[in-house]
């Protein structure tokens, strides 16, 4: 049987199971077994068996549960409250300062954690009544908060950078370093977009009424919220710049810092633990069952000759290298739109990174903007993860409509983002390239 048919077979029948509801890792791994059984027998199992314990080994993988559980714990310590109360009273007289200020808090969860759940939760409990019932217009209200989330998985620490880094074989501290400089350019992007806007069309985010505004020394008194979270982004990241932990101790330290804050805020309790824990263990249970699965993907797709394949399908792509990359970029943004980030990741990359190592371009870079597909696939409909995160928090008055017409100007932002950095890759590679 040809690889054409077998790809046709192959891909078929993943996108049937899937479409039947299936999870991903058991459909990815099962129909994978199946056909290597078929095309090379039973033999063919020890390879998969092999290829997953080399990477049960990797002291890498220990850093996933670590930030998981970082995650977990600083949800729930009230951080977020007063950072939103800080926000509130320094960008409240501003037109669209409350959704400037919700950026702002999403940035900084973003740099402490590494998922992207956490602050959309926490946005969408704390800012949008606050932001609704100031009368901003639920679209801007609603897209600010969706697309800030996004950022957790590119701001460092994050957990799809460290799968990245584990398949690819590339540093996860360059990985790390790489996020900063695009994460603060899209934060800088959406929040230009919000100011435009409303300098055009006060109404979408009216300004604080000036007897509501906080006076300058009850400003400077809400400033002490940010210590703590910018202490733990030190511990986190300085560790890891200055050379002192490397990525998976540095989340270990992370852990350390949320768990003072826990006890700074008073939450620290054994139930807290319990619960964090038991949360991290399925959540990490689940990543690890898709690692499983992608390595029987990658072992059965390449042993049916996918290479030559590949090869001959990248010769067919007008444009020459940036065409290649461009049909990359496309083919992740369409596959964000269905199918979780960790499983794009698991069955692309494979492929991928052979045609990107080969035709020059650094695959520093090429991570990054792989990244920010993923984190535009977390805002995009059918399956955005934070749409349903936010699909659970919003007033019963905010139809899932609501939350898919909201991130389109967002989206557009993100997109011209990711432009930027393909046109100007030194966004992405000047601090590896000087840290490391």
């Known amino acids: 049987m040809s690889i054409e048919v077998l790809t046709l077979l192959f891909f078929g029948s993943l996108l049937f199971f899937l479409i039947l509801g299936l999870p991903l890792a058991f459909v990815l791994g099962g129909v994978s077994v199946v056909f290597l059984y078929f095309t090379w027998g039973f033999d063919s199992f020890y390879m998969v068996a092999s290829q997953i314990w080399g990477t049960m080994g990797s002291f890498t993988l ?15 310590t009230g951080v977020a409250n007063d950072l939103y109360r800080m926000m509130y009273m320094w960008w409240g007289g501003v037109r669209g300062g409350l959704a400037i200020g919700t950026l702002f808090i999403c940035a900084i969860f973003a740099a402490m954690c590494g998922i992207s759940g956490a602050a959309v939760v926490a946005m969408g409990t704390i800012a949008l009544p606050s932001m609704l019932e100031r009368g901003y217009d639920k679209n801007m209200a609603l897209g600010c908060i969706n697309t800030g989330g996004g950022w957790g998985i590119l701001i460092p620490p994050s957990i799809l950078m460290i799968l990245y880094a584990l398949i690819t074989g590339v540093s996860v501290g360059q990985m790390f370093a790489a996020g900063v400089l695009p994460g603060i350019l899209l934060m800088v992007l959406t929040i230009a977009y919000i100011i435009i806007r409303c300098y055009f069309q006060p109404h979408l985010a009216p300004a604080l009424p000036p007897e509501e505004r906080a006076s300058w020394p009850e400003k400077f008194h809400a400033l ?16 890891i710049i200055g050379g002192i932990t490397t990525p998976t101790e540095a989340a270990a330290v992370g852990v350390l810092g949320s768990l003072v804050s826990a006890l700074v805020y008073r939450k620290f309790s054994w139930a807290l633990i319990n619960d964090a824990a038991i949360r991290t263990f399925k959540l990490t249970g689940m990543i690890m069952w898709i690692l499983f699965a992608a390595h029987a993907f990658s072992a059965a797709y390449q042993s049916m000759g996918a290479q030559e394949l590949i090869e001959g399908f990248v010769q067919m792509i007008p444009g020459g290298p940036w065409g290649i990359i461009l049909s990359m970029m496309l083919i992740t943004f369409l ?12 069955i692309t990359l494979p492929v991928f990174m052979p045609i990107v190592e080969s035709l020059g371009f650094d695959p520093i870079w090429f991570g990054i903007l792989f990244v920010i597909n993923m984190e535009i696939g977390y805002m995009t409909p059918p399956f955005g993860f934070n749409l349903f995160y936010l699909k659970g928090v919003v007033p019963p008055s905010i139809t899932m409509k609501d939350i898919y017409m909201s991130i389109i100007p967002f989206v557009i932002v993100e997109i011209i983002g990711l ?7 030194q966004i992405a590679t000047y601090l590896p390239e000087l840290f490391f």
């Open 62 to 76: 220990v850093a996933i549960p670590l930030f998981v559980f970082m995650a977990m714990i600083l949800e729930r």
């Open 224 to 239: 002490r919220a940010v210590i703590l979270p910018i202490l733990i982004v030190i511990m986190v990241l300085g560790s």
């Open 335 to 346: 596959l964000a739109m269905v199918l979780d980030p960790v499983g794009i990741m698991l």
């Open 419 to 425: 432009a930027l950095i393909m046109i100007f890759p």
